[in-house]
């Protein structure tokens, strides 16, 4: 069978050296233990703040058996039991829940980070009920209410590298949220929103729809919360989602490759898709490699991983699963006197 011209040239090898550290953008970064963060359940999933100093979890099977669970995930049904969502802060290392629902009928229906502060939403009646109550948690404290005049029903959430992210509902309205502020966004004449993730130039996608026309497209600038109507957005290539300084090299434990989460078109993997670990897949071996030079230094990273891992924004935290384990491992930036030791530098 005859290979593409793209994948034949993603797979000419590019030499890499075992190392202790790695570097990038003329810094040296080290692996820094590993933490424990809490026990799983199967379904629970996960968030990073855009600077990487706290990542979100949310369970909605605290109340069910582990069997219980994945029966119900398996026929499409919800699983019931107390919904809660925490925070672990990697300035404390440790997990707190900041909201813990008081019925198996509450849920979360959404959530991102604005800066270092959580937000979410929850809804009340079972899946697909309508959110009734924003929420907010900042640095690991109990959740409060957040109130914005209009806000009606349905919530979804496009998250900025930078930090800022666009809450839409289906009213439609819309809001960008910061750190310490709300801005509203018009959509004046439109009747629902849908959020479609991030464009090349860092700004929310989103449709716009109204009866009887066309869906319309627009981009949602997260500084000053304009939206401009676009005719054809051009979407990010699926590597674009990966695109960071390193290349996360993933092994089975049997040494079969599955290739890179960050895909480059330089190095050598296997195949174009981003390697996703599935639960049942069993265990693998993670090495973090430099995305340049002519020789990269390669680290030994994680090891018999069994679940998808979570890399944060910038690309230096990484949350995984091991034995019902939620870990996380960072890549830590040393002091320019140990860089130049690392280096052999004077």
């Not at 502060?117 to 409060?144: C, I, M, Y």
């Not at 809001?175 to 502020?181: D, G």
């Not at 490759?257 to 993997?269: E, K, M, Q």
């Amino acid at each position: 069978m005859l290979l593409a011209p793209a994948l034949v040239l993603a797979q000419q090898v590019v030499p890499t050296v075992q190392s202790t550290f790695v570097m990038a953008g003329g810094e040296a970064y080290v692996p820094s233990p590993v933490y424990v963060v809490k026990p799983v359940t199967p379904d629970e999933v996960y968030g990073w703040s855009p600077d990487g100093t706290r990542l979100a979890t949310v369970s909605a099977t605290t109340g069910a058996s582990p069997r219980s669970i994945e029966n119900k995930l398996a026929n499409g049904l919800s699983p019931h039991g107390n919904t809660r969502i925490g925070v672990w802060s990697k300035d404390t290392g440790r997990a707190v829940d900041v909201f813990v629902a008081q019925n198996a009928t509450t849920g979360i229906g959404g959530f991102t980070f604005a800066g270092s502060t959580l937000v979410f939403a929850t809804f009340d009646g079972g899946v697909g009920s309508t959110v009734h109550r924003l929420w907010t948690s900042r640095a690991g404290q109990s959740a409060r209410p957040l109130d914005l005049a209009g806000f009606t029903g349905g919530a979804q959430f496009v998250a900025s590298k930078s930090g800022d992210a666009v809450l839409l509902t289906s009213g439609p309205r819309a809001w960008v949220l910061k750190e310490n502020a709300t801005l509203p966004v018009s959509f004046q004449g439109y009747e629902a929103l849908s959020a479609r993730g991030l464009t090349p130039k860092g700004r929310a996608l989103v449709a716009a729809m109204k009866q009887a026309s066309p869906m319309e497209m627009f981009e949602v600038d997260f500084a000053t919360g304009t939206a401009a109507r676009i005719e054809e957005p051009t979407l990010p290539r699926v590597d674009a989602v990966f695109d960071g300084p390193f290349v996360l090299d993933v092994y089975r434990l049997n040494g079969r490759r599955l290739g890179p989460f960050t895909i480059d078109h330089r190095a050598d993997h296997l195949d174009e898709k981003p390697a996703m670990i599935a639960e049942e897949d069993g265990g693998y071996r993670m090495d973090v490699v430099e995305a340049s030079g002519e020789k990269r230094r390669r680290i030994p990273f994680v090891h018999e991983m069994s679940s998808t891992v979570f890399t944060s924004p910038d690309f230096l935290n990484i949350a995984f699963v091991s034995n019902k384990t939620l870990m996380v491992r960072s890549l830590v930036k040393v002091s320019e006197k140990e860089r130049k030791r690392l280096l052999g530098e004077k």
